[in-house]
C-alpha cells in the first residue's frame, strides 16, 4: 500500500471557523508533512514530523496548528484563518536515505 | 537559502515533439527526485536520481543527474498529451539540526497539444 489519503477533499470555511485536515498512512513512514500549494506555484513546506515530533516548523501563524497522535496519522487543526491562506494543502511522508516523498491528494480550501 | 531554479516556466508543445526540462542549483543535493502533478492532484513521484552523473530511463522519460550533483534535467521524448502536468524537482539534503529537507524546484508547466 504506498496511498497517502486525506479528508476532506474540498472544504469551505469562515474566518471564525475550527476545522482540522486528516492525513493518514500505512507504509510505516516516520516523517511526515505538511505542504501549502498556491496555483501553479510549488509546494511550500510547513511542517516536518519525525518519529511523532516536531521537527520542523517554517515559521508558520499559530492559527496553524498540526498534531501527530501516532506514527500513522497527521492532522493540521486550523482557526480564525484569513482569504490569502485558501490554498491546497498537501500531506506527504517519507521513509529512508533518499528523501523520496510519497502524496496525498491534498485538502482544497477556501477561506470566505 | 537553498534554490532549485527551473527552466522553462511554461512549455507549449505539439504531440510527437521533444523537450527537455532542466533544474538548476548552486547548492549540492544529496539526492533529486522529480514529480509530475495535475491540477488539484497531489505530486506523483516519478524517479528519483542520487549518485553524480547518473541517467535513469522510465519509457519515454530520460533523467539525469549532474556530475557535481547540483543539477538535473528532464528528457521526454515524443510526448503525448497524457504527459501534461506541472513538473517539479526536488532536492533532498540535512538542514542545520540535521534532520532532512526536500527543497522544491520552481515548476515547469507542460502543455501537449494533440
Known amino acids: 500500500d504506498t496511498e497517502v489519503t486525506q479528508t476532506p477533499k474540498h472544504l469551505v470555511m469562515g474566518m471564525t471557523n475550527k476545522k482540522s485536515l486528516k492525513c493518514e498512512q500505512h507504509?510505516?513512514?516516520?516523517?511526515m508533512y505538511w505542504y501549502k500549494q498556491k496555483a501553479k506555484k510549488p509546494p511550500e513546506l510547513m511542517f516536518v514530523?519525525?518519529?511523532?515530533?516536531?521537527?520542523i516548523n517554517e515559521s508558520v501563524p499559530s492559527r496553524f496548528s498540526p498534531e501527530c497522535p501516532n506514527s500513522s496519522l497527521l492532522n493540521l487543526h486550523l482557526h480564525a484563518l484569513q482569504p490569502e491562506d485558501s490554498a491546497l494543502y498537501l500531506c506527504?511522508?517519507?521513509?529512508?536515505?533518499?528523501?523520496?516523498?510519497?502524496f496525498g491528494p491534498g485538502t482544497r480550501l477556501t477561506v470566505t | 537559502t537553498q534554490l532549485l531554479e527551473q527552466s522553462p516556466q511554461f512549455l507549449s508543445i505539439q504531440e510527437g515533439e521533444n523537450l527537455t526540462v532542466y533544474c538548476n542549483s548552486s547548492s549540492v543535493f544529496s539526492s533529486l527526485q522529480w514529480y509530475r502533478q495535475e491540477p488539484g492532484e497531489g505530486p506523483v513521484l516519478l524517479v528519483t536520481v542520487v549518485t553524480g552523473g547518473e541517467v535513469k530511463k522510465l519509457k519515454r522519460l530520460t533523467f539525469q543527474f549532474g556530475d557535481a550533483r547540483k543539477d538535473s534535467s528532464l528528457h521526454i521524448t515524443a510526448a503525448q498529451p497524457g504527459d501534461t502536468g506541472l513538473y517539479l524537482c526536488?532536492?533532498?539534503?540535512?538542514?542545520?539540526?540535521?534532520?532532512?529537507?526536500?527543497?522544491f524546484g520552481t515548476g515547469t508547466k507542460l502543455q501537449v497539444i494533440p
Open positions: 506527504a511522508s517519507s521513509q529512508g536515505t533518499y528523501y523520496e516523498q510519497y
Open positions: 514530523y519525525s518519529y511523532e515530533k516536531l521537527s
Open positions: 507504509m510505516g513512514h516516520r516523517a
Open positions: 526536488a532536492g533532498g539534503s540535512r538542514d542545520s539540526g540535521g534532520y532532512q529537507k526536500v527543497t
